[in-house]
């Protein structure tokens, strides 16, 4: 069994994991603060996201990845900070970049879960016509945002 390591997250503890559809990729979230992007193909770290949160990340998901390999991923702390985080791979010098967006500020305090529906030929969603719907639930409230093509809060 192969482990997945980097030195520059040694002392930090893993908070939140998830794993792309395909199987490709795992983000995981930490106590620090910070989001990273793995390559289980190669078993290496493809990218961290260094401060998108100021305190623990207590989930991460990933809900989109195209064949340009861009993947979209939301993460949360229980402040109610959420962000969304597109990793885009380089087509000239390779690697990865990331570029987070501020979703909440704090209206999502204690968020416990982050619940992502993605899109399926076989299972066309029926609540609306966005391509991936993500939910996501605090101490008193649940949002439902449209995530594709789009970012939109619906309710």
Not at 112 to 130: D, T
């Amino acid at each position: 069994m192969k482990s997945l390591k980097d030195d520059s997250l040694q002392d930090n503890k893993v908070t939140c994991l998830d794993v792309s559809e395909d199987g490709g990729f795992l983000i995981s979230g930490y106590r620090g603060g910070q989001v990273a992007l793995w390559d289980l193909v190669g078993y290496k770290l493809i990218k961290i996201a260094p401060d998108p949160h100021t305190t623990e990340v207590i989930n991460a998901k990933i809900y989109h990845m195209d064949d340009n390999e861009t993947l979209l991923a939301v993460s949360s702390e229980e402040s109610g900070r959420v962000q969304h985080l597109k990793f885009t791979k380089k087509s000239f010098l390779g690697g990865y970049s990331v570029e987070p967006q501020l979703l909440f500020k704090q209206r999502l305090k204690f968020t416990s879960g982050i619940v992502v529906q993605r899109h399926s030929e076989l299972y066309p969603n029926k609540f609306c016509e966005a391509s991936s719907l993500t939910a996501f639930a605090a101490a008193n409230e649940i949002v439902v945002c449209a995530m594709r093509p789009k970012i939109k809060e619906l309710f």
